[in-house]
């Protein structure tokens, strides 16, 4: 019997080794680096790299003096840099070996659930302490719709499509049968922002313990519908194969050259208002490929079909990345703003401002083009351009992309140890802005598509 246990611990410490070097063997080498643009021609040739030699951008803003963050493919990375030196770059170099990076984020993780486990008589909850897989995450789902009142009908649990690769995009809905308004809340929608659906979990997980201790004034007056992740094939492809993949996994060759082996669409770029106009690309071996046409992915016409179909009136719609600290509102597309902005303005302060207060974390806000870039084809701009949601917000996560945050250096890389924190500060905030929509009226959207 023991000699048994003893082979099942070999095996599973095996497999586990072989997934971790999988998923960061790939990035040994790969160089992470900050630049300076200080010309629209520094700007371009930054847009022209990520095109043609596999430069990563990490940073959402891409703007003239504004350090821009990226890491550097190891067999380019050598010829990208003597090109940026000769159009007067600097580089700095952050992290000469991203695959270390990872594996510092992985060995806190991994320190953290041992603390967790030694401090608490009951271990506390996965979704607290880990970053969960597609399957772990369906299973917490039905657990938590398992876990409301029955009688009550606080909670349902639906697919809302299906995607490429034939996993369905699970949605929960939480609320009292008589709430009248509708809230529609997303995560990870770019696969390698673990920290998002993890804070989307923990929404849930705090929003159905309120119901069970009988605190529902929110949900008395809102159904909050929540999609913990809307790319579960691209999230499933980093968790187990390449850490910072961040499209769909779509077979572009499908779409273009039959021999291409690029994959996977920017689902953020896909979404069919003024899609392809700026900050999007056309080659399907960028990070940023709108796709071969406006929607044609499943998981973008998925979210499109929930919310034009259905019978409901949203209120709002909030979708959370990472990374940066931002609290931001359309148009991402261009610079001009909606008609309604200084109220959309107004109620991002208040739930920024309620996040603040948990553990004073700063968030900027803004419109996304004047805060970051312009970028088409973002389900937030969709969502007010056309599916007429009123509030709709981007909400990127931590850590800032403040050089000087001591924590910005994990970027996508968040350790499993910060999902309690900023899911605790996030959830304030959601409510706090929440709050602020039960007095207000004129809940149809002011933005109708004049442009």
């Known amino acids: 019997m023991l000699q048994s246990v003893w082979r099942l611990i070999i095996i599973n410490s095996w497999i586990l080794f072989l997934y971790c070097y999988a998923n960061n063997h790939f990035y040994k080498g790969y160089e992470v680096v900050r630049v300076l643009p200080k010309t629209n021609e520094h700007l371009q040739l930054i847009r022209h790299f990520e095109d043609n030699y596999g430069v990563d951008r990490w940073s959402e803003v891409l703007t003239i003096n504004r350090d821009v963050k990226m890491s550097l493919p190891r067999k380019q990375a050598p010829k990208i840099k003597k090109l940026f030196k000769q159009h007067g770059i600097d580089v700095k ?37 880990g970053y969960l897989r597609y399957h772990e995450i369906v299973e917490f789902l039905k657990e938590q719709h398992r876990r409301s009142p029955p009688l009550r009908n606080f909670t349902s649990l639906f697919s809302i499509g299906s995607t490429h690769e034939n996993r369905s995009i699970w949605t929960i809905r939480i609320g009292k049968p008589s709430a009248r308004r509708n809230i529609l809340i997303d995560c990870g929608i770019h696969a390698r922002e673990f920290i998002s659906p993890s804070t989307c979990l923990y929404m849930i997980d705090k929003l159905i313990g309120e119901v069970n201790n009988g605190r529902v004034s929110l949900l008395s007056v809102f159904n909050i519908y929540i999609i913990p992740l809307l790319n579960p094939d691209g999230y499933e492809y980093a968790q187990t194969e390449r850490r910072m993949w961040r499209k769909n996994r779509a077979l572009n060759g499908y779409y273009h050259n039959p ?147 001591e924590h910005a250096h994990f970027a996508f890389m968040l350790p499993e140890t910060f999902i309690e924190p900023v899911g605790q500060e996030t959830y304030v905030g959601v409510k706090g802005f929440l709050r602020s929509l039960i007095t207000s009226r004129g809940q149809k959207s002011l933005s109708k598509n004049k442009y």
Request: with cysteine.
């Open 259 to 405: 021999d291409s082996k690029c994959i996977g669409v920017d689902l953020n770029r896909n979404f069919g208002y003024h899609w392809m106009e700026n900050g999007a690309s056309t080659n399907p071996c960028s990070e940023t490929y709108a796709g071969p046409h406006q929607d044609s992915e499943p998981e973008t016409r998925s979210l499109q079909r929930f919310i034009k179909q259905s019978s409901r009136h949203w209120d709002a719609y909030l979708t959370f990345h990472s990374y940066g600290q931002y609290w931001i509102y359309p148009w991402g597309f261009a610079l001009h703003m909606p008609d309604d902005y200084i109220e959309l303005n107004n109620k991002a302060t208040i739930g920024s401002e309620a996040l603040k207060r948990v553990s004073g974390t700063l968030y900027k806000i803004g419109s996304a083009a004047n805060l970051l870039y312009e970028s088409a084809g973002g389900s937030d701009d969709w969502a007010k351009g056309v599916g007429q949601i009123k509030y709709v917000y981007t909400v990127e996560l931590r850590p800032s992309d403040d050089m000087n945050d």
């Open 93 to 129: 170099i952050l992290h000469n070996d991203l695959e270390k990076l990872i594996q510092k984020s992985d060995d806190i993780s991994k320190q953290h659930k041992i603390r967790t486990k030694r401090l608490t008589v009951n271990i506390a909850s996965s979704h607290l302490t």
